[in-house]
Structures are given as C-alpha cells and as structure tokens.
C-alpha cells in the first residue's frame, strides 16, 4: 500500500488527541456529585457492567470513524486482486536435446508435455493462448487461439532440436504478444547479412556478443515493468543459453513494454542423457539467467525438480493468470467505512440512552 499524500499522515496525530480529552472528560465526570431527578436514571444505574460498558460503545464508534477518516485524507492506493476479463498468454517451452535427460521419469520432456496439457486445459475460458518452442532456433507452434485441441495438438508436435536459443524463444514469443510493438525480429535474430549464406543469416557463425544486441521496440513508449494487462509469458526451460540473444536483454525489452515473463527452471542440478549419439553427458539449468528474466519483468520465477512441481507450479500460475491485479484508491471506501460508523454510534445511542433521555424530560412524579 503507498499514499497518494503522505504528508497528510501527520493528521493522524489528531486520534490520540481526540482519545486523551475523552479519558480526561471521564474523570472529571467521576468527580461530579450527580441528582437522580428520576427513577429511571436509578434503575439505569443499578443494572452494573452492561450500562457501564455500553456507555463506552458510541464513542469508541466515533474515535474509529475518526481515525479512518484522517486515514482517508493520505488517500491510500491499495493492490486489489479482480477477476480478469480478457488476457493472452504465450507459453515458450524448451525442446532442446537436454530435455531427454532422465533425471525426470520417463523424461523432462514427457512430463514438461504433460503438465504443460494439463495446465492449458484447466484455464478459463478467458484466457487465449499461444505457443512458441526454441532450442537452436525459435518457432510459433500454435498462434493465439482459444481452442484447447489446438493447444494440446501443437505441444504434442514438439521436436527436439540441438542447441538452446533462450533469447530468441522470449523475443519471439513478445512479438506473438504484443505485435504492435514492431519487433524487428529479422535483424535481432539474424541480422542484416545480404547474400552471406543461408547460415549466417540464422545467426550461426555470428558471435554471441554481437547477436546480443537487441534493439528497443518500435514507436512504443517505455512503460512501468509488468504494467501490462493485457497478458503474460511463461518461459520454460532446461538449460543454458548456446546461441541467439541474451534473454536478458530481451528481458528490458518485455520490461519496458511493461510484459511479465514468469520463469520455470525445470530438472535437477545433476541431469544426465545416457548414451546419447554414442556420448552420454550432463545438462544444468541455468538458473541465474532466468530468476534476472523474471526480476527485471517484475515477474516470479519457479524451480521444479519433479513432474509433481512442474504441476503444482502450473496450477499457481493458472489462479494469477484468472485472477488481476490492480492498483485502486481506497478513500472512498475508508470514507464510506466512516460514515457507517457514525451511524452506527448514532443508532445504538439512540436506542441504549433513549429511556434515560426520557425521563430528564419528563421526570415521574413520586
């Protein structure tokens, strides 16, 4: 929660002041000789804690209408969680080789596949979404649709591949996101080569340095990072960068087109293909590169080590992509709160203390 007018928090200052004079009030009516004019005021008087404690009840009402109304004055902004109306969600997947490994039964990409069916099954009816697979390069399995059996048919299409772009999965997958940012994805990918070669146009051969460079956005002011509400990425992956971009300049990118990239580290730190082409070796992901993607997107990142994480870290997923977050001003709503409070010390004043008021009216004679 942050204030619209910090500076005015110092009128609540005036709460304890309020407090102080009603407890000094009390005391002095403590010493005050009083004449029960009425029989009424003497059966009051009898009736021990509860008319002490009922006497109290009011006041305190009107002390916290008070205190919120002087709260409300800093006008408060809070995050309100709503449910979404509309958003688009790209799921960029990992098909590198070192999905084979094992380290995951039957394997990470098996159960990457499954858990990912399961994920897109379970989301509302709001929610379009889109696919993107990378392993050397990056392709759009399956543009924004809103059929589940596309979904479940382009994840099943997967085909693993040698090398991992991470870069270029997230740059393609926020140009399917946001189209109207005008990525030039031809230059960060390939760069302007002419007639170099098929190879070099695909970035091969190209230094990573060089093909780290990835320019901003087109005609599109920066934005506060994850201001957008129109949708999200869900980056998943296995291993560390080979070729393509830097994810994380692809990440200021998202960032300043105010894009949430959530991360998924999936497989454990000793992951391992046997007998691969003849070699058996180790894969590690690269957990640092994708905890800095979703920091500098103001998004979450997420390890899984079993298909059980994997399915667990998909269904919290699922509840913030159905559910949106808002920053909302609340003084109408403190306001409000006040407002009923008064009347609520009003009614109760009315009808504990209406018998008493009666009777210094109209006193009974003896």
């Given at each position: 929660m942050h204030f619209l007018n910090p500076e005015l928090l110092w009128?609540?200052?005036?709460?304890?002041?309020?407090?102080?004079?009603?407890?000094?009030?009390?005391?002095?009516?403590?010493?005050?000789?009083?004449?029960?004019?009425?029989?009424?005021?003497v059966h009051d008087a009898l009736q021990g804690s509860a008319a002490r404690w009922r006497r109290h009840v009011p006041p305190s009402l009107v002390w916290l209408a008070l205190v919120l109304s002087l709260f409300a004055l800093a006008r408060p902004v809070a995050r309100v969680t709503l449910p979404a109306d509309?958003?688009?969600?790209?799921?960029?997947?990992?098909?590198?080789?070192?999905?084979?490994?094992?380290?995951?039964?039957?394997?990470?990409?098996?159960?990457?596949?499954?858990a990912a069916k399961d994920f897109l099954q379970e989301l509302p009816p709001s929610v379009r979404v889109a696919i993107?697979?990378?392993?050397?390069?990056?392709?759009?399995?399956?543009?924004?649709?809103?059929?589940?059996?596309?979904?479940?048919?382009?994840?099943?299409?997967?085909?693993?591949?040698r090398g991992t772009a991470t870069g270029s999965g997230l740059l393609l997958a926020l140009s399917t996101l946001r189209p109207e940012a005008n990525i030039d994805l031809e230059s960060i990918l390939y760069g302007?080569?002419?007639?170099?070669?098929?190879?070099?146009?695909?970035?091969?051969?190209?230094?990573?340095?060089?093909?780290?460079?990835?320019?901003?956005?087109?005609?599109?002011?920066?934005?506060?990072?994850?201001?957008?509400?129109?949708?999200?990425?869900?980056?998943?992956?296995?291993?560390?960068?080979?070729?393509?971009?830097?994810?994380?300049?692809?990440?200021k990118m998202a960032a300043n087109l105010g894009v949430r990239v959530y991360t998924v580290a999936f497989g454990t730190p000793n992951g391992f293909i046997p007998g691969f082409e003849g070699y058996s070796f180790y894969t590690k992901v690269d957990e640092e590169a994708l905890k800095a993607v979703a920091q500098?997107?103001?998004?979450?990142?997420?390890?899984?080590?079993?298909?059980?994480?994997?399915?667990?870290?998909?269904?919290?997923l699922s509840t913030q992509f159905t559910l949106e977050r808002k920053d909302t001003e609340i003084s109408a709503l403190l306001a409000a709160a006040s407002a009923l409070l008064l009347l609520l010390a009003l009614g109760l004043s009315f009808k504990w203390f209406r018998a008493g008021m009666t009777g210094l009216q109209n006193p009974r004679k003896v």
């Open positions: 009128a609540l200052l005036l709460a304890p002041l309020a407090l102080g004079i009603y407890i000094v009030l009390l005391r002095r009516k403590r010493r005050v000789v009083l004449s029960f004019s009425a029989l009424s005021l509309y958003m688009t969600l790209v799921l960029a997947m990992d098909v590198s080789r070192s999905m084979l490994a094992e380290d995951v039964p039957p394997n990470r990409i098996q159960a990457a596949q499954k993107v697979s990378f392993a050397g390069t990056a392709q759009v399995v399956q543009h924004v649709s809103d059929r589940r059996e596309d979904w479940v048919a382009a994840i099943d299409r997967f085909q693993l591949q302007a080569f002419g007639g170099r070669g098929l190879m070099e146009r695909q970035g091969q051969g190209q230094s990573l340095d060089k093909r780290s460079a990835a320019p901003e956005p087109k005609e599109m002011a920066p934005v506060p990072p994850g201001s957008y509400t129109g949708g999200a990425i869900v980056l998943l992956s296995d291993g560390r960068r080979t070729s393509g971009p830097d994810p994380i300049d692809v990440a500098i997107t103001q998004a979450e990142f997420f390890k899984a080590t079993s298909a059980q994480e994997l399915k667990g870290i998909y269904e919290q």
